[in-house]
């Protein structure tokens, strides 16, 4: 690797913009935590691969657009087919308060839920939780050990549903400006990780947040209240100016005040 490459640098020539918005918009590059900060700032995320097949797949799928030019092919890392990073074009968001949670759910919050939230207190088990038999497997050793260096940094961020001690749901994501992106859910109770997500939205709102962005769009996060917004307006909102949000607040606080 040249010596002049610094943490974010690979992804300053492309043009985001213009890429495929089906597909991934370059392949190779670094994960480290930094690197990881520069492409969400940019509005990419990673879809690293666990295996060498998943890799040579990659390559059969879209070695021809990487040729053609369609696809960028960043330097660094020793399979550059192994790390994919996307950009769908358009994007599902919501705003920090337009969770939708649905009338049973929110009436069983009010009435019978003993559930109790949190933040940043278990992002480790969150992100094991969520990264536990998933299929294809795309949060890697590597790649959650990024995400905890940036939670460190305070640029990623958990949500955390319990029931008495029990972890029973939680969401992660990582923060930019007034945005911030999910990246993966989990429950171990049905509901868990839709009450996980309205707790963020209702956190990051009052700390300054303005949109949540679902990444992939899909049934379920349709169900969530997520609306498709243009990839050329996400962009813009990444790159609106301000202040940024502040950290969620981690204090315990009863589920039962989302209902």
Do not use: K
């Not at 759910?105 to 003993?114: G, K």
């Not at 930019?176 to 429950?187: A, E, K, N, Q, Y």
């Not at 990839?231 to 005040?257: D, I, K």
């Amino acid at each position: 690797m040249s010596g002049a490459y610094r943490a974010g640098g690979a992804f300053d020539a492309l043009d985001v913009l213009r890429a495929p918005g089906d597909g991934p918009v370059a392949f190779g590059g670094e994960l480290g935590a930094q690197d990881l900060l520069a492409a969400y700032r940019r509005g990419l995320f990673p879809l690293p691969t666990a295996d060498l097949y998943a890799g040579a797949y990659n390559e059969a799928v879209y070695g021809e657009a990487v040729e053609a030019g369609e696809v960028a092919l960043l330097a660094g890392g020793e399979d550059p087919y192994a790390l994919a990073w996307w950009s769908p074009d358009p994007r599902p968001v919501m705003a920090p308060g337009g969770v939708r949670l649905g009338t049973r759910l929110a009436r069983w919050l009010r009435n019978r839920s003993t559930w109790w939230t949190t933040a940043d207190r278990a992002f480790g088990r969150v992100l094991a939780a969520c990264a536990e038999g998933r299929q294809p497997v795309w949060l890697t050793d590597e790649l959650r050990e990024a995400l905890t260096q940036l939670h460190a940094l305070g640029a990623a961020h958990s949500v955390e549903v319990w029931e008495g001690e029990e972890l029973v749901g939680g969401v992660f994501g990582i923060a930019v400006g007034r945005v911030i992106s999910l990246d993966s859910m989990f429950h171990h109770r049905p509901d868990a990780a839709r009450v996980a997500v309205a707790d963020l939205g209702a956190r990051f709102g009052a700390a300054g947040g303005r949109l949540l962005d679902a990444q992939w769009d899909g049934p379920h996060v349709r169900s969530l209240g997520a609306e498709p917004m243009a990839r050329s307006r996400y962009l813009a909102e990444l790159a609106t100016g301000g202040v940024a949000a502040g950290p969620p607040t981690g204090e315990p606080l009863p589920a039962s005040r989302l209902g």
